[in-house]
Structure formats: structure tokens, C-alpha cells
């Protein structure tokens, strides 16, 4: 049942007021603030003297050349971008309705089930519902988390870390996926004979920047074999780069498992013939407890389980997808 007397009913909380606390956290001005929402800046001022009286508490520290969030502030902050979040999607979905579409739904995923699971579940549901509009935006674990609690993002293909908040979210892994060392087609290496850690230590390699996940049991790959971590490094993301980068030199690339292996079977690299003992940590599907997944994001999310449970030989538990 709904409780119709929240606090914000009885304080009258206003959209504009929501507006101000995100504005005022990107500014870290008033008077920007107030400039960037097109009011007067004592206006700006009452609204959040306004909701500060309500709450009881100091939402932003006056300095002397701006304003800072405080604790209390920060949380508010949190919440107002994912209410506003949610009322976007709420008035994209109507119009995306009033135009003969069944919905929206956005996605994030990072690379490996960006190849090889979610084609085989979009192409599932576009061939139900044509009319669907679907996003995917392809980021690092980290980003894809934020977004998603930011409510910019409804289901994650995604790693979740010790440092990531873990309220109110479900986590069902998917898979673990070693990592392969890449080189050019013709590389001096692939004719080599049996190769060993120690016959790479001595060349180039592009690598993610320090910090990721990956790079971390790279270096760690080589300390626990008595190894001095290789210097010749590039360090970048970006795919495109690297598999050009790669095509031009004797560098090894290092990529997670399926994503050298598409990238072989497509004749833009090689695969090193050797196991490193180097995995990365499992991925899986992510979604919020909190707010439930709007009817485009339940189709989805049922077709990306079954997806799963063909490419990985997971059997997850679908969900009950609405009737178009």
C-alpha cells in the first residue's frame, strides 16, 4: 500500500528543488546554479533554505568561493539525480508509447558479453518486439555502476568489486574468462616453438592503464613467476587502437579471452600459443532491488537469460516477460 504521507508530501517538495541540488553540485555556485535553471539567485536561496528546514540539516558548506556538499548533502544529491533519472524515463517511455514503440530500455555492458551474449539476446527480442528501443553504452565495470545508480542505466553485464556500494543490488554471475596474449598475423613468435612467460618478458606489450583489474594480475602475473614486470608498455582501452597498433608492430597485445578470440577469428590478430596464468574476475547480470526494471527492461533481461544459459551453460532464473 502506499504511504501517501512522505515527508517530502508534507514539505511540498518541489522538482525545482531537485533540480538545484544537482545543479548546485556541478557548479559549486549558487549563482551559476541559479543561472543554469534560469532563476534569480535569493530564488535558488529560499528553495534550499526551504528543504534544509525540512530536513534539518546544512545540505551545502558556504565557502568563500562556493558551496561544497556536506554529508547529508551528498546523499540528497545522490537520490535527486536518480528521481529526476527515472522521471525521464518515465516521460521517454510515454512518448516512446504515443509513437507505436513498446518501450525503451538502456543497457551497459563491458566488452566480452558486449561481443558475445547481448547480439544473441537483442537479436532475440527485436524479433518479438521490433518496436523496442535499445541502448548500449560499452564501459569499464566502474562507470557502468555509476551509471546505474545514477538510474541512467536499467540492466549491467558487468564485474562487481569489493569497493563497489552492493545495497540493493542483485548479482548473478555469468563467467570467468582467462586472458590471451595477441600478436600480428606473422609475428616472430608464433613460429617459436613451445613458448613460456619469460620468451614474452623481453617485448613490447599494450596494456590497460594501471588501476584495472586486468592490469593488475598482469603485473602480478609476472611477480608471482619471479619476473621483473615488462617496461615497454603502451597503455590504453581502446580496441580499435590497439588492434591497429598491434598490426603495425611486434608489440603483444593483452585482451580478455573472448575478445582475442574474436578478434582472431576475424584475422586482425593472432593468438599467442600459450595459457597465461592470468584470469579475470567473473561478470554477470546486475540490477537494482530498489526500483523495478520497467516492461522493456523485463523482456530484456529474460532474453539476456536465456541467451546466458546458451553461450555459458548458466541456467538462470527468467522472469516473467509482460505481453507486448
Known sequence: MINYSHWFIRARLKTRQLLLLVALAEEGNIHRAAEVLSMTQPAASKLLKDIEDV?????????????????????????????????????????????GHFGQVSLGTITTPALTLLPRAISRVKQ????????????????????????????????????????????????????????????????????????LGGWGWIVPPEGSVLRHRFDL?????????PINLIETTALMFMTKMIGDSDMIGLLAGDVGHYYAR????????????????????????????????????????TAAAQTYGVPLDAPQAPAA
Open 55 to 99: 530536513l534539518g540539516v546544512q545540505l551545502f558548506d558556504r565557502l568563500p568561493r562556493g558551496m561544497r556538499p556536506t554529508p547529508y548533502g551528498e546523499v540528497m544529491i545522490r537520490h535527486a539525480r536518480v528521481a529526476l533519472s527515472s522521471l525521464n524515463q518515465a516521460h521517454d517511455e510515454v512518448q516512446a508509447l504515443k509513437g
Open 128 to 199: 518479438s518486439h521490433p518496436t523496442l528501443r535499445i541502448s548500449v553504452q560499452v564501459e569499464t565495470s566502474d562507470v557502468l555502476m555509476e551509471r546505474l545508480a545514477q538510474g541512467k542505466l536499467e540492466i549491467l553485464t558487468a564485474r562487481l568489486f569489493a569497493q563497489h556500494d552492493k545495497t540493493a543490488l542483485r548479482f548473478e554471475a555469468l563467467a570467468e574468462e582467462p586472458a590471451v596474449a595477441v600478436v600480428r598475423p606473422g609475428h616472430p613468435l608464433l613460429s617459436a616453438g613451445k613458448l613460456t612467460l619469460r620468451d
Open 221 to 229: 602475473m609476472f611477480s608471482e613467476a619471479a619476473m621483473d614486470a
Open 266 to 305: 576475424h584475422k586482425l590478430v593472432a593468438l599467442l600459443p600459450i595459457a597465461l596464468p592470468c584470469r579475470m574476475d567473473a561478470f554477470g547480470l546486475i540490477t537494482r532491488t530498489d526500483r523495478p526494471l520497467s516492461p522493456a527492461g523485463q523482456v530484456m533481461l529474460a532474453a539476456i537469460k
